[in-house]
């Protein structure tokens, strides 16, 4: 790591702690030969391969701008999209590649979507699976309704004895 002040390519680390949610590492370094001492952000590079077979940095900010579109009207706050945003990140990072496909990342923001707000997953849906006919949404909210009715009347093997 050069130092920034007299562009020594030397420096020693003095401190070192996880900031933002874990992903980012903050160095404080010190240059032996000014000694003056300059802080330093390390994170791992992750990039999204686009369907055109571009690749650039995976951005929250660009999950928050496709899930916000979707929960216009909700009654959705900031802060639920950016824990949203953060849970989609934590779960791409989780998988161990330093790049993965712009489908992917769509497939990792449906399941928490869903969870946060039923029309707002169907709005999200609808464009990124490509609804074509009115049967795609009925497709989409009988499994909703599935999924929930499963969820409010679990049935445990008791239940089902005579």
């Not at 933002?20 to 992750?46: H, K, M, N, W, Y």
């Not at 699976?129 to 929930?148: G, K």
Request: aromatic letters at 4%; glycine letters at 4%.
């Amino acid at each position: 790591m050069h130092c920034p002040f007299c562009r020594n390519p030397d420096s020693r680390v003095i401190d070192s702690r996880t900031a933002d949610d874990g992903s980012t590492i903050r160095r404080r370094r010190e240059c032996p030969v000014c000694q003056r001492r300059f802080t330093t952000l390390e994170s791992a590079s992750l990039n999204v391969t686009k369907r055109s077979g571009a690749a650039e940095p995976f951005s929250r900010a660009k999950v928050l701008v496709g899930v916000r579109k979707a929960c216009q009207g909700r009654p959705v706050s900031e802060d639920d999209l950016a824990l949203l945003a953060q849970r989609v990140e934590e779960s791409i990072r989780a998988r161990g590649s330093a790049e993965i496909d712009a489908h992917e990342v769509g497939m990792a923001i449906l399941g928490p979507l869903r969870e946060l707000d039923e029309v707002a997953y169907l709005r999200f849906a609808s464009v990124y699976q490509s609804f074509d006919s009115l049967e795609d949404f009925q497709a989409a909210i009988a499994v909703l309704r599935a999924e929930r009715d499963a969820s409010e009347h679990p049935t445990t093997a008791e239940e089902a004895a005579p």
